[in-house]
């Protein structure tokens, strides 16, 4: 089986742009999580679909926004960047929900906002 | 909600020897489960073992092992005959039940090196 996918894997974007950025979950994973990563606030949890459903979402501005499509494959937006949006954002695929589900990682986007 | 604590930023250990990763966690939840991940210099995140926490017997992967000490909320990571390959950073993570959908909590990290 095809491991989670992300693209593109880096990108460099200037402050008040937007991006979207991709995830494909593992065939058959209908749960899809993600989270950014920095040196300084570490590894923090921006929300989770599943079924095309927002099911819980992290402390994170109104910018920061994301869906899912009928396939599971997830994007997320972030709107009017910021220098401090800078950051390695990984998204995570499980079959379910559920709290008991192990969570398998993408190799990341690295974004660069200058 | 949960919290996850790793208290070793950073760790080394020669090649073959043994170490232990520290990592305690709190969370109200009774249903619960525990992961160690490592993150190589790839950045790939890759799952290293899971804990439930209704087990009491400790999860054991080939070469790697916790100490799951439910009452003092502890999980450490135990890594026998280390190997060069092993040099990551890891994080011990915490799903809870509840409304924790799809939400993993991640400790700060522990960067291990393993020396030749």
């Known amino acids: 089986k095809a491991g989670v996918t992300q693209t593109p894997r880096y990108l460099i974007k200037t402050r008040g742009q937007q991006v979207t950025l991709s995830c494909s979950p593992i065939?058959?994973?209908?749960?899809v999580s993600w989270y950014q990563q920095t040196p300084g606030q570490g590894l923090q949890f921006l929300f989770e679909?599943?079924?095309?459903?927002?099911?819980n979402k992290g402390n994170f501005p109104g910018r920061f926004s994301g869906r899912q499509f009928s396939n599971s494959r997830s994007e997320m937006n972030v709107s009017t960047l910021e220098l401090g949006d800078s950051a390695l954002y990984l998204c995570?695929?499980?079959?379910?929900?559920?709290?008991?589900?192990?969570?398998?990682f993408g190799p990341g986007t690295r974004l660069l906002v200058l | 909600a949960q919290t996850v604590t790793q208290s070793q930023p950073e760790m080394s250990v020669q090649e073959a020897e043994t170490v232990t990763l520290s990592c305690t966690y709190d969370t109200s939840e009774n249903n619960y489960y525990l992961f160690w991940y490592k993150q190589p210099p790839s950045r790939q995140m890759i799952l290293v073992i899971r804990?439930?926490?209704?087990?009491?017997q400790n999860a054991t992967e080939n070469r790697f092992s916790v100490n799951f000490q439910k009452a003092a909320k502890s999980f450490s990571l135990k890594i026998s005959d280390s190997q060069l390959g092993d040099t990551a950073m890891y994080f011990c993570a915490c799903n809870a039940g509840g409304t924790s959908y799809g939400k993993l909590t991640f400790g700060q990290g522990t960067i291990l090196t393993v020396h030749p």
């Open positions: 065939s058959g994973h209908r749960s």
């Open positions: 804990q439930e926490a209704y087990k009491q």
């Open positions: 679909y599943f079924s095309e459903t927002q099911r």
């Open positions: 995570a695929s499980s079959f379910s929900q559920g709290f008991q589900e192990t969570q398998y």
